[in-house]
């Protein structure tokens, strides 16, 4: 007999832990007949609202149904981790509650798993009921990372992904304080196989992505999994000094020839603006990994455990 251990991670979601669990429970058949049992490991991600007490009222109809309780919202890359340290089983599945990775593709991962892959990724081909902006930055963010990343991270990439064991410790033996879950994925290599599917829409309630978090993400992800934009920021420096030398042996060559009246404000302005612009940007990349590996120095927990069940 073999455990699978189904990591949820659940923020604010009272309205859909109990039909995220009717419609786990309808592998159960296939679950039996492959001599596979199951443990759901709801993490609570520090909800306002009645969800815990959901998940509780289930832990008593059905044992099988635990429950790890943060002490506050930290973020569903930490409840993801929680979900991978506390589960024992041999096969992991990491999926949203919201039904938007559906249980019913459980049997059909399974499948590759038997035939030999380490883990089954899903990935959707739509992005239909998204907004279209959205949409647009989304892809561009993948364009954008897979250009400067050695890590393979794949466009419409959900969370949805059922590993064995091995995958399992192999990302917990990555301590990263900055976690970006779908780099750490790719980063840690393995048989994957892809299947696609057709976005679903949420089942209730409503995303906790606005776009400002979705773009602070990005950046989370660029930071943890490329250095490239420090080599831009060095590439633009040597540019623009360049730039710089040019100018100077023009204007004086052009003074010597022609004087100096004082003419040329505005261009200079311009020129000033410019590059104390892009010196401040520079700055900025510069400070993103800083403050990056400032928060990796401190060591802190990545997340608090208030109660579990
Ligand atoms: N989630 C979480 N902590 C957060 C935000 C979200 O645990 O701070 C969970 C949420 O309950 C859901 C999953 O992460 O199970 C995906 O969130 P959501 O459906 O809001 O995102 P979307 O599917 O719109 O990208
Ligand atoms: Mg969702």
Redesign the pocket.
């Known amino acids: 007999m073999k455990l699978l251990s189904a990591i949820?991670?659940?923020?604010?979601?009272e309205e859909?832990v109990a039909d995220f669990y009717t419609e786990f429970i309808k592998n159960e058949d296939y679950f039996k007949t492959h001599d596979i049992a199951f443990e759901i490991l709801y993490?609570?991600?520090?909800?306002k609202d009645r969800t815990v007490e959901e998940i509780k009222k289930l832990h008593e109809k059905d044992e099988r149904v635990h429950l790890v309780s943060f002490s506050r919202?930290?973020?569903?890359e930490?409840?993801?981790l929680a979900g991978f340290q506390h589960a024992k089983g041999d096969y992991v599945v990491t999926?949203?509650?919201?039904l938007?990775d559906p249980p019913s593709m459980l049997p059909e991962m399974f499948s590759y798993l038997e035939q030999g892959y380490d883990s089954v990724a899903t990935r959707r081909v739509t992005r239909k009921g998204?907004p279209v902006i959205r949409s647009f930055f989304a892809r561009l963010f993948y364009k954008l990372m897979n250009r400067i990343s050695n890590t393979e991270i794949v466009d419409g990439a959900?969370?949805y992904r059922l590993m064995t064991r091995q995958v399992v410790d192999s990302i917990l033996s990555m301590p990263e304080y900055n976690r970006f879950t779908k780099g750490i994925y790719g980063w840690v290599g393995f048989e994957t196989k892809w299947i696609e599917f057709e976005n679903v829409e949420?089942l209730k309630?409503?995303?906790?992505?606005n776009f400002w978090k979705?773009f602070l993400y990005s950046i989370e992800g660029i930071t943890a999994f490329s250095t490239a934009p420090l080599a831009i920021a060095s590439v633009l420096g040597v540019l623009f000094c360049f730039l710089a030398f040019l100018f100077i042996i023009v204007i004086v060559v052009r003074t010597l020839l022609f004087g100096d009246p004082t003419s040329g404000w505005p261009s200079m302005m311009c020129i000033v603006a410019l590059i104390s612009g892009v010196q401040l940007f520079c700055l900025g990349i510069v400070g993103q990994y800083m403050s990056k590996t400032y928060l990796e120095v401190k060591k802190r927990p990545i997340y608090l455990v208030k109660e579990t069940l």
């Open positions: 949820v991670p659940c923020y604010n979601e859909t993490i609570n991600d520090g909800s919202n930290f973020g569903k930490a409840a993801m999926m949203d509650v919201d938007q998204e959900r969370d949420r309630g409503e995303t906790k992505w979705l």
